[in-house]
Every structure is written in structure tokens, then in C-alpha cells.
T-cell receptor, first 114, second 111 residues
Framework: EAQVTQNPRYLITVTGKKLTVTCSQN?????MSWYRQDPGLGLRQIYY???????DKGDVPEGYKVSRKEKRNFPLILESPSPNQTSLYFC?????????????FGEGSRLTVL | AQSVTQLGSHVSVSEGALVLLRCNYS??????LFWYVQYPNQGLQLLLK??????LVKGINGFEAEFKKSETSFHLTKPSAHMSDAAEYFC?????????FGTGTSLTVIP
């Protein structure tokens, strides 16, 4: 089954404790991206990747890091989480960079930073 | 700069009534436009998309949308609402490698 898998789905952590949210897709997609969803703000793009070792900032990259060492994986790293990063995070993938077209979304990871 | 505006954060309709969710966009280049639906505790699913060609696009579950370049709009409609249509709906714009989402419209269907 074609899917985007995120882990963990739910996480409560404390300020400053590094965490990683993993994302994996099994569709051989070139393009992957991360979004955060906040009430009244919709989805905002954090980072995206056009292919292995190629990443770029979206609209809200501050406080986040990403890496793309393999085509299928695109982890989101919070080196020193803060309460304003409490949010619902989505990973998504698309067939090709440049003409991305449809995005396929994971089920989301709800993060709470105390 | 690219942006998407969804008019109305909450829309309520009676079961069987017309559904109309509004989306306007701003883009300096020809955009790809999408409508996604999000059910509680789930990710976003594609309803329909406009890339090029026919401006009236049909999607899943009886939804359709019309791309109107002169009005910079991409409104979502469904002739007859069903209880299962209750969800959050997002309009999105894609130019190159970037996606821009609207703030969402929560649809309530009243029995």
C-alpha cells in the first residue's frame, strides 16, 4: 500500500530536549516536505527536499533541521524544542521536484513542548 | 508573492443542500490548485486538482471546482451535502517546489 509514515504520532516533551520525527514514503517520490498546522493558520511549509541531499527552507524554518540522506526518508529534527513549536506536524511527498503536483500526506504527529 | 485566501472559516449547510467553499489565490506564475479534505485525526486527502486544460474539474465524492483566472478563484462545490462531508477543507496552491495552503474551512452538515 502506498503510504507516508510518520513516527511518533503523539509526543510530549520538555523544552530543550532534542527530538526527531521520522517520515518515510514507499512511493519512490523525489519530493518530500514538512508542514505544521496551527489553528487559524492552516498549514505552513517548514522545509522541503527536491531529492537526496537537496533541501530548502519553506516559510517557517526557524528552530527546525532536516536531512535527506535516502530517497525514502526525511526526518524533522528539533534540536532545542520550545513551547511555540507545540503543533501538529505533517510530512508529505510528491512525485517529482519542479512539477510536484499532488502531495501525499502522512497521518500527522502531534507534538507538545512543555 | 503567492497566497491563498479561504473565505469563511466555518460553513454550515443542511443535509441535501448545496455546498460552496470559497478560495481565492494570488500568484505571479500560472499555479496548480488543489482542494484537500481532512477528517478528524487524519492527514489530508486530495479531493481534486487543477493543473492545465479544462477549468471545471471533478473530484471524489461528488465535489467539483472551477478555475476562474479572471477572478483568481477556485471555489469548491457539491450539489447535495451528505453527513459524511463534515470535515476541514483546505485550498492549496503549488508553484514549483513550494506549496501554499489556505487557513481552512470547517464544514458542518446539519441533519
Amino acid at each position: 500500500e502506498a503510504q507516508v509514515t510518520q513516527n511518533p504520532r503523539y509526543l510530549i516533551t520538555v523544552t530543550g530536549k532534542k527530538l526527531t520525527v521520522t517520515c518515510s514514503q514507499n512511493m519512490n517520490h523525489e519530493y518530500m516536505s514538512w508542514y505544521r498546522q496551527d489553528p487559524g493558520l492552516g498549514l505552513r511549509q517548514i522545509y522541503y527536499s527536491m531529492n537526496v541531499e537537496v533541501t530548502d527552507k519553506g516559510d517557517v524554518p526557524e528552530g527546525y533541521k532536516v536531512s535527506r540522506k535516502e530517497k525514502r526518508n526525511f526526518p524533522l529534527i528539533l534540536e532545542s524544542p520550545s513551547p511555540n513549536q507545540t503543533s501538529l506536524y505533517f510530512c508529505a511527498s510528491g512525485k517529482a521536484a519542479g512539477v510536484v503536483g499532488e502531495l501525499f500526506f502522512g497521518e500527522g504527529s502531534r507534538l507538545t513542548v512543555l | 508573492a503567492q497566497s491563498v485566501t479561504q473565505l469563511g472559516s466555518h460553513v454550515s449547510v443542511s443535509e441535501g443542500a448545496l455546498v460552496l467553499l470559497r478560495c481565492n489565490y494570488s500568484s505571479s506564475v500560472p499555479p496548480y490548485l488543489f482542494w484537500y479534505v481532512q477528517y478528524p485525526n487524519q492527514g489530508l486527502q486530495l479531493l481534486l486538482k487543477y493543473t492545465t486544460g479544462a477549468t471545471l474539474v471533478k473530484g471524489i465524492n461528488g465535489f467539483e471546482a472551477e478555475f476562474k483566472k479572471s477572478e483568481t478563484s477556485f471555489h469548491l462545490t457539491k450539489p447535495s451535502a451528505h453527513m459524511s462531508d463534515a470535515a476541514e477543507y483546505f485550498c492549496a496552491l503549488n508553484t514549483g517546489n513550494q506549496f501554499y495552503f489556505g487557513t481552512g474551512t470547517s464544514l458542518t452538515v446539519i441533519p
